[in-house]
């Protein structure tokens, strides 16, 4: 296969999705990877629908964990919100760090990055817990843009950290690389961009040098604990199952008990997704989470529900990129690209890449669409070239979600400055606050990188 058959599914792809004024397709990253797809199978020689049909699923079925952890991982979030765990998590951060102001933003942010982190999702968890927390930020003086960016930082930045990431399962489901080794590097890359936008939101932003009075907790830790202890039940088990199939003990109860169920649906194609040891995790413990009255009173349809509506523009790109992820591999253009990667400068591949998917996570304000447009021949070609697999795909899913955030169209930010402009009754600048934002995130772009040269 030619190089000119690679670059014009590619420059399609590029094309469509930044210019908008493309008349009906323009902007829209559904059509550009269908498009994008088809031609790299037209000028691959595969004219065949029947081959088109099986390419398809064929690549879906590389990417059917990760679409199937979104949509469990929207209805564990559901449950959760449910049930309080999220207050319960914020008021004992508070109590525990909160007693001072700058003391106060590190635990707010910290709330925010372990839901994000136990969650995956960065706009839930932004206007979940960010209803909690904009009026207090907001009487400790900090400006809304500020506010919104601190909310930002904790939200996106613990959405990107293990144990539910879903632009690390994104990645890791498009080169084929280990989760469980991909997190365990983004532990140490993303838990250092939050320690940094932490002590760097607490000096840039607060200003004042002690709390209002009605801003210190009433209660000790222990207390609210022994108050909401039952809310943090299941997020404490997925925490302990993660703990013990990770740590050295290596106890993986998860594939213990589902042991038969694996078996039976592993050659399954697309089905074989059911498989994933955390996407059964995070099912066993929305199960655990139904024993809760609070959960049981808005009952399983209405949650499932919210859950797979939210899920459904993240799912619908996904079939997409299956598509053009599968043409990719059938047409040849894969190869052609890994083979081409093996001539050039290991640094070009690794700089000019990182900036590449960087500038589509800023012009598009998506992770998603930066790495299912940019990562799924980057990350081969970066893998081909003699680059451990794991660190490929963390260094992937924190460059895309970096670029996403920096400005000038973060969709996270869009909502949050939406939702602190409307509890506060004023306007709030979206490109302001990823700029007051953008340290945060920088930090995390620079952790992706150096994962490329460890």
């Known amino acids: 296969m030619s190089m000119l058959s690679v670059l014009i599914p590619i420059a399609l792809l590029f094309v469509i999705i930044l210019c908008k004024k493309i008349p009906k397709i323009g902007g829209n990253i559904h059509a550009a990877l269908v498009i994008s797809g088809l031609a790299a199978l037209l000028l691959g020689g595969v004219y065949n629908p029947i081959t088109w049909l099986v390419s398809w699923v064929d690549g879906v079925d590389r990417i059917a964990w990760v679409m199937m952890l979104s949509i469990f991982g929207t209805i564990y979030a559901e449950t959760q919100i449910s049930m309080g765990t999220m207050d319960t998590v914020l008021t004992l951060s ?19 990055a372990l839901a994000g982190s136990l969650l995956g999702d960065a706009i ?50 498009l080169v084929g690389a280990s989760t469980d080794e991909a997190s365990m590097y983004a532990y140490v890359t993303v838990g250092l961009a939050i320690a940094f936008s932490c002590v760097y939101a607490s000096f840039a932003f607060v200003k004042i040098k002690s709390l209002p009075p009605e801003l210190i907790p009433e209660k000790k830790a222990g207390q609210i604990f022994r108050e909401g202890w039952i809310t943090l039940l299941p997020m404490g088990v997925l925490i302990l199952i993660v703990i013990l199939r990770s740590g050295p003990w290596a106890i993986d109860i998860i594939a213990d008990l589902y042991a038969p169920f694996i078996n039976l649906i592993a050659d399954i194609p697309i089905v074989q997704g059911f498989t994933n040891i955390i996407l ?57 690209i890994e083979q081409f990667a093996m001539t050039l400068n290991i640094h070009v591949l690794k700089l000019g890449g990182a900036a590449a998917m960087a500038l589509v996570g800023m012009l598009t304000g998506s992770q998603t669409t930066a790495q299912s447009a940019i990562f799924t021949f980057l990350g081969p070609a970066l893998i081909s070239s003699g680059l451990d697999p794991a ?64």
Request: glycine share 12%; with cysteine.
């Open 94 to 112: 508070r109590a525990t760090f909160g007693k001072s102001p700058k003391g106060l933003l590190v635990a707010i942010m910290i709330s925010l």
């Open 280 to 336: 059964l995790a995070v099912f066993s413990v929305t199960v655990l989470s139904f024993l809760s009255a609070k959960v049981r009173k808005r009952g399983v349809v209405d949650i499932v529900k919210t859950g797979i509506h939210n899920v459904l523009p993240c799912t619908g790109v996904q079939l997409a990129a299956g598509f053009m992820l599968g043409a990719f591999y059938a047409s040849g253009v894969i190869e052609t």
């Open 124 to 173: 839930a968890v932004s206007t979940v817990v960010g209803v909690l927390i904009v009026k207090p930020l907001y009487d400790m003086g900090l400006k809304p843009e500020e506010i919104s960016a601190t909310v930002v930082m904790g939200a996106l930045l613990g959405s990107v950290c293990p144990p539910i990431s879903g632009a690390i399962f994104q990645a890791c489901g």
């Open 391 to 454: 660190k490929v795909a963390s260094a992937g899913a924190q460059i895309a979600t970096a670029g996403q955030a920096m400005p000038p169209a973060d969709l996270c930010t869009f909502v949050v400055a939406g939702l602190v402009g409307g509890i506060l009754g004023v306007k709030v600048d979206s490109v302001k606050s990823m700029i007051r934002s953008f340290p945060g995130f920088f930090v995390l772009f620079l952790g992706g990188i150096a994962l490329l040269y460890i």
